[in-house]
């Protein structure tokens, strides 16, 4: 990649910055273009061989591409309370070393939990200053918020997060049946958005397995039934209000038919999975390795091949990070216990590459990738204005080189702690540059839903 700065160019230019090269994702094809940047916007985008004048000009490299920012709508930063663990710093430079350019961070884990509008003031205002891209924020379903949760919807949060079993921390608890009901009716009323981690706590206490450092029996603990036991649980709800519900990090292949049926009769449900459970099953994962634990379970291959056919069918909508990171004494608590340690992947800078690691090893196109991880989750959040490569969106870009090889250490990583369950992996394609409205990312924006 090469860059080449005229004072006299500038002098007459039309365009802050011209980014050109042989393969720019436009309208779902890689095709040479040049885009053209003016006031943090895309400006124009040329694909006719025009040569585009501007103030800055960036050719890429032949073996780069460029594509959309991605936008990774879940995303836990647990600052403040919590920031040992991850903060705003450090999460939104991970993010934009892996081609992230905008997130939504979950309300939990941070204390206080974002439940009402006082803590969702409290997380803006540790966010301020701090971060590199953008950032948007979920409020907190709990059984001490309904009845208020319009509040936070008028503040500005994208939806409410909701557990349907025990979430790992006491200051958020989980929704019982009845209060799943409430919060549904609730949200219906004003149209908002209820994003529910689906773990049915019965099964869960019905399949629970003494502490051990043996993967498939922790695996086995939370079985399958779990989830599609509360899935169905919020598909009823769905039904019964109309309220808008949204499944996440789904794990299990098996919870697919669901979906798809709920879909095919006009419910209002999404679904979203995860890099890990893309590219990561339960053979790869050595007993008392807690690095891979996370809450529902990575699973089996077969398992793996399934989600892959349902994200290319539509019946699973896109893809997240789920980042969820902790301390390394947290997550290799109790000498590889896998009931002890701290469920949840690291992964947020090296998502896209751990998805078209598993992506190109089956064939599937970059362009479907990226809209999976881009195009689909910023119409998720309605952030129209970006999630795709044209005139009019903001000019939030990355740099990828899908052919470089790497292997990861975890100690090289923007993340605050240097635990990743890919760490000692060789990963294919690496985020080379990233440009937050047309600049470096350094000022992100504080996102309000729109």
Not at 60 to 74: C, N, Q, R, Y
Not at 256 to 277: D, N, Q, R
Not at 379 to 392: S, V
Not at 400 to 408: L, R, S
Request: glycine content about 10%; proline content about 6%.
């Amino acid at each position: 990649m090469s860059d080449d700065t005229s004072n006299d160019r500038a002098t007459h230019a039309v365009l802050d910055l011209v980014i050109a090269a042989d393969r720019v994702l436009v309208d779902g094809v890689f095709r040479p273009a040049e885009v053209g940047v003016r006031g943090g916007l895309i400006a124009e985008v040329a694909t006719d061989g025009s040569r585009l004048t501007g103030a800055h000009r960036v050719e890429l490299a032949a073996d780069e591409v460029l594509i959309p920012g991605l936008v990774d709508t879940h995303v836990h930063i647990n600052e403040p309370g919590r920031t040992e663990w991850e903060g705003f710093a450090t999460a939104t430079s991970a993010a934009a070393a892996g081609g992230v350019t905008t997130l939504l961070d979950m309300p939990l884990n941070s204390i206080p939990p974002t439940v009402d509008v006082d803590s969702l003031h409290v997380k803006q205002e540790a966010a301020k200053g701090a971060i590199s891209v953008d950032v948007g924020f979920w409020g907190g379903a709990i059984p001490s918020s309904l009845g208020r949760l319009d509040e936070l919807w008028k503040a500005g949060v994208f939806g409410f997060k909701a557990f349907l079993a025990p979430s790992g921390v006491d200051e958020f608890p989980h929704l019982d049946r009845t209060q799943l009901r409430l919060a549904l009716e609730e949200i219906a009323s004003f149209g908002g958005l209820l994003i529910v981690h689906c773990e049915d706590p019965a099964v869960l206490e019905r399949f629970a397995t003494a502490g051990s450092p043996t993967y498939r029996l922790f695996e086995d603990s939370r079985p399958p039934e779990a989830e599609l036991d509360a899935i169905a649980a919020v598909i009823d709800g769905v039904r019964a209000t109309g309220a808008r519900a949204h499944i996440l990090h789904l794990s299990t292949a098996a919870a697919l038919p669901l979906i798809a049926a709920a879909k095919a009769e006009g419910l209002p449900v999404t679904a979203e999975t995860c890099p890990h459970y893309l590219s990561l099953d339960d053979s790869r994962i050595p007993d008392g390795a807690t690095q891979y634990k996370c809450c529902p379970p990575i699973r089996d291959a077969a398992n793996q091949d399934a989600l892959w056919e349902g994200l290319l069918d539509g019946t699973i909508d896109f893809i997240v990070t789920d980042h969820s990171p902790s301390t390394q004494a947290m997550k290799f608590a109790g000498d590889g216990d896998f009931q002890v340690a701290w469920g949840g992947i690291a992964g947020l800078q090296l998502g896209l590459s751990a998805v078209w690691t598993e992506a190109t090893r089956r064939g599937i196109p970059l362009s479907r990738v990226v809209e999976w991880m881009s195009g689909a989750t910023a119409a998720f959040a309605n952030l129209t204005d970006r999630g795709a490569i044209e005139a009019g969106r903001r000019a939030d870009l990355a740099v990828f080189a899908p052919d470089e090889t790497f292997g990861v250490v975890a100690a090289e990583l923007q993340h605050k702690n240097p635990v990743t369950a890919y760490d000692g992996h060789r990963l294919t394609g690496r985020v080379r540059r990233t440009w937050l409205a047309g600049g470096a990312p350094a000022d992100g924006a504080l996102l309000r839903r729109p």
